[in-house]
């Protein structure tokens, strides 16, 4: 294609939303108006799911359950009007909560004011809370918001260590939807020991944000918590950023979130055109479908030329691989969906991994993501005529021709700025795409039952765990790896019972191992 053409094809494909001043160019992916005419049908289908999904059909039907999120944004949507209701209060609710925590009308036992918010939660519960604060948190935050999204026992105390000073007047979100995910449950415990060692009541610095009636709220309730927060069960956790999941740390950290909400709710009202080429979510969706031929063939590599975006590659990789990474399309037939999804932030990337965009294997399509506003107020030059945002600038675009020249597609999106009304038109962006996407290739986008394998396995290796220490408290002498497994009952499954006795005996948790750790056979093990 000469350059007159691709002007051309730049100019035919480009979408751009007044409100939002926001630009999606398609125009260097290499689809053809065959391809779109073929994908036509499919749209229409997509467009049709998506509308019985905002109007309350059930759209999750593994676990029958309606898909909501796009009310949250747009209360006036929802089906019923105890539901709008109910979103308007949390939404106020939520506000007047924070204004009280800064204001120090709510503050903790032993102080006058919180002055920072320790959030718990894992997944859909912390990725969102997580990008929306790297992305649009004042430089001076009324409040610091740190973050446990893990089980890993070296984080938590790196993270209690670093914040030690400020226990007292530290503010604990614990969120989860389900209430029972047991690496946020272990983080609440770890902290309100942390708590307690410190002479600190834990219930007057908790908050629960959580389903209702899940384990984590009766706790709450009974323990008189700050407050507690409903989770809707027609939420999911990966598309809650806009529930009180996403709203009250964001709300804490004095990010404007009607602004978050008004940003989305402008992004689903222009992705709600069945018009292909005036909706935005479907272009996306359209170009993730020709660039891995509807079976995520391509990976989709994330780059945001925009260190406050960060996050949203780690945001986006659930949103998409838990949502459209499937074994069995709605009909029941095995099709090993999904679109891998990874990516850091340009320039950074120039410098890592874009050699092997540009030379290496052609198994991706990028996205980048342009950010107009360089920075608030002027920009000293760095040579005659030149700023450092000039060079982010010219490094996308050099990325972008350099990859086109070797036949890598790619996608950028374009932004005024990054400020909570992007951030939420960005949210919002993506996750219809997903919805549509999901349509096209027939799967469900919102249950993650493969995540279930995982947790059930994990569970087991913890109760073999519990065997294998019995059975050496009892032996009078040490036992080998064989003979361990055979008296828990597991005689196939030496392999699993080594690395639970290499774990206790490297934790000092009362299990000895003796002999060549090169040769596993030959060990003894016993009770320490
Ligand atoms: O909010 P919860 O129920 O703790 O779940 C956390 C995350 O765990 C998952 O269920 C996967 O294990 C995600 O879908 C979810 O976002």
């Given at each position: 294609m000469d350059a007159a053409a691709h002007w051309q094809r730049y100019q035919d494909w480009l979408y751009y939303h007044e409100g939002l001043e926001l630009y999606l160019d398609i125009s260097r992916m290499g689809f053809d108006d065959a391809f779109v005419s073929q994908m036509q049908p499919k749209f229409e289908k997509a467009f049709a799911d998506m509308e019985a999904l905002e109007n309350g059909a059930i759209a999750n039907p593994d676990e029958n359950r309606m898909v909501g999120h796009y009310w949250l944004r747009n209360p006036e949507i929802a089906p019923r009007d105890e539901l709008k209701q109910e979103i308007l209060e949390n939404i106020e609710r939520i506000e007047n909560f924070a204004r009280k925590i800064h204001g120090g009308e709510i503050h903790p036992p032993k102080a006058s004011k919180f002055t920072d918010v320790l959030s718990i939660g894992i997944g859909g519960s912390a990725l969102g809370p997580q990008f929306v604060s790297e992305a649009l948190?004042?430089?001076?935050?009324p409040m610091n918001l740190h973050f446990i999204?893990?089980?890993?026992p070296a984080g938590i105390d790196s993270l209690l260590a670093r914040i030690r000073d400020r226990l007292s007047t530290t503010l604990v979100l614990v969120i989860s939807k389900s209430g029972g995910t047991p690496d946020t449950r272990n983080g609440a415990i770890e902290v309100q020991k942390a708590f307690e060692a410190n002479g600190l009541d834990f219930s007057g610095h908790a908050v629960a944000i959580t389903g209702h009636e899940s384990a984590l709220e009766k706790q709450a309730l009974s323990e008189g918590w700050v407050a507690t927060f409903p989770m809707h069960d027609w939420v999911g956790g990966r598309t809650s950023e806009m529930s009180a999941v996403g709203l009250v740390p964001a709300a804490l950290q004095g990010i404007d979130i009607r602004a978050l909400l008004a940003g989305a709710k402008a992004m689903d009202e222009a992705t709600r055109r069945w018009e292909l080429k005036e909706n935005p979510a479907a272009l996306l969706a359209l170009s993730w479908y020709y660039a891995g031929n509807g079976r995520g063939e391509k990976d989709m590599v994330i780059l945001p030329y925009k260190d406050s975006l960060l996050l949203f590659s780690r945001y986006l990789q659930q949103l998409v691989m838990e949502s459209l990474?499937?074994?069995?399309?709605l009909d029941g037939n095995t099709v090993y969906q999904g679109i891998a999804v990874y990516g850091n932030k340009g320039s950074t990337d120039q410098h890592a991994y874009v050699q092997q965009l540009r030379e290496g294997v052609p198994n991706f399509f990028a996205t980048f993501i342009e950010v107009l506003e360089e920075r608030r107020g002027t920009s000293p030059e760095v040579e005659p005529g030149v700023t450092t945002g000039d060079y982010l600038f010219g490094f996308l675009y050099g990325t972008r021709e350099a990859l086109y020249e070797n036949q890598r597609d790619s996608i950028t999106v374009t932004v005024p700025q990054v400020d909570a009304r992007t951030v939420g038109a960005l949210i919002a962006l993506y996750d219809r795409a997903v919805g549509f996407y999901a349509s096209l290739v027939n799967i469900n986008a919102y249950h993650q039952p493969g995540v279930e394998a995982g947790k059930k396995a994990a569970a087991q290796v913890l109760q073999l765990q519990k065997q294998v220490v019995e059975i050496l408290q009892k032996s009078a002498q040490p036992l080998s790896l064989e003979e361990l497994a055979v008296r828990a009952g597991v005689g196939d499954r030496v392999e699993m019972i080594y690395k639970i006795v290499r774990h206790l005996d490297a934790n000092g948790r009362g299990v000895k191992i003796e002999g060549n750790p090169r040769t596993p056979s030959s060990l003894h093990i016993s009770a320490r």
């Open positions: 948190s004042p430089d001076f935050p999204d893990n089980t890993d990474g499937k074994e069995k399309d």
